[in-house]
Nanobody
Framework: VQLQASGGGLVQLGDSLRLSCGASEVALSTYTLGWFRQAPGKEREFIVGITRAAFTYYADSVKGRFTVSRDNAKNTVYLEMNNMKPEDTASYYC?????????????????WGQGTQVTVSS
């Protein structure tokens, strides 16, 4: 299973950005998806997860600013990021697992997309 993350870029403080996670050969509706990010020199950090039933879970660092959603017709999961801050600068990854529950530990996910870089300037 190959996931594809896209939509990264350079934005300014307070701007918004939407990331997408898609897959060409599997139905993402059958996977629990997580978004992670990793800044240089730091560990990969869980930021949000969405179950097959679209229950969502957010890390405190992004709660109220980021929103995850599914569009099963487009086989895509989105991460809407608002009111962005310089500390949001990182490579962002989407990951999938067949289990029903969201996990915050990267090793619990079986499938990963390539990272997409997000840079927030002040």
């Amino acid at each position: 299973v190959q996931l594809q993350a896209s939509g990264g870029g350079l934005v300014q403080l307070g701007d918004s950005l939407r990331l997408s996670c898609g897959a060409s050969e599997v139905a993402l509706s059958t996977y629990t998806l997580g978004w992670f990010r990793q800044a240089p020199g730091k560990e990969r950090e869980f930021i949000v997860g969405i179950t097959r039933a679209a229950f969502t879970y957010y890390a405190d660092s992004v709660k109220g600013r980021f929103t995850v959603s599914r569009d099963n017709a487009k086989n895509t999961v989105y991460l809407e990021m608002n009111n962005m801050k310089p500390e949001d600068t990182a490579s962002y990854y989407c990951a999938g697992r067949k289990a029903f529950v969201v996990e915050s530990t990267p090793s619990k996910y079986d499938y990963w997309g390539q990272g997409t870089q997000v840079t927030v300037s002040s």
